[in-house]
């Protein structure tokens, strides 16, 4: 139990569905983010939030749209996705101050199939 | 983007055997990060270096930091069952405003 929660854990979607991920911290972190991990690739880092403001937006398409109501949750919007975007999406959150020496922690991932 | 490389990708051993894993390159980080993740788990980190030729050790596990913090390894002594998963290693590069660029990572499989 690392302190942050992924639902769901698996998804399987149509290309034309709308889904949401759902990410929540209960570690008092001021940062969360959203990465994708696909099999053979590195960690994507999709998108930053800190203190609810993105501060990063690694040019992701807009089939990808992130929520941040407030530090504790986190949302991935999905929409009209294509079966190339099949991949474990990974929430994390750091601590206040992160700086060279932070730490992420991550949650389950949710598993998405886009068919 | 900075690319971090790491080697070997792929790496079936026997419990009580010894291995290295590598994580190299051409950029200088001003951290460096080590990762495990087992399967359907997120990352889990184990440490975290930032000298040049830091070494620290977690129990089985030694890490080091390349004099050049441009590379790093982490030695398994005579691994387990438990240490299966894949390694990942992940760089803060300086100035680049604490995003961390992570490694194509080391599938390890320990087997009895």
């Known amino acids: 139990e690392t302190g942050v929660t992924q639902t769901p854990r698996h998804l399987v979607m149509g290309m034309t569905n709308k889904k949401s991920l759902k990410c929540e911290q209960h570690l008092g972190h001021n940062a969360m983010y959203w990465y994708k991990q696909s099999a053979k690739k590195p960690l994507e880092l999709m998108f930053v939030y800190n203190f609810k403001e993105q501060t990063e937006n690694n040019s992701v398409p807009s089939r990808f749209s992130p929520e941040c109501p407030n530090s504790s949750h986190l949302f991935l919007h999905l929409h009209t996705l294509q079966p190339e975007d099949s991949a474990l999406y990974l929430c994390?959150?750091?601590?206040?101050?992160?700086?060279?020496?932070?730490?992420?922690?991550f949650g389950e991932g949710s598993r998405l199939t886009v068919l | 983007t900075q690319l971090l490389e790491q080697s070997p990708q792929f790496l079936s051993i026997q419990e009580g055997e010894n291995l290295t894993v590598y994580c190299n390159s051409s950029s200088v980080f001003s951290s460096l990060q080590w990762y495990r993740q087992e399967p359907g788990e997120g990352p889990v980190l184990l440490v975290t270096?930032?000298?040049?030729?830091e070494v620290k050790k977690l129990k089985r596990l030694t890490f080091q930091f390349g004099d050049a913090r441009k590379d790093s390894s982490l030695h398994i002594t005579a691994a387990q069952p438990g240490d299966t998963g894949l390694y990942l290693c992940a760089g803060e590069v300086t100035g680049g405003g604490n995003k961390l660029t992570f490694g194509t990572g080391t599938q390890l499989k320990v087997e009895l």
């Open positions: 270096v930032v000298t040049g030729g």
């Open positions: 994390a959150s750091s601590p206040p101050g992160r700086g060279a020496t932070g730490e992420l922690f």
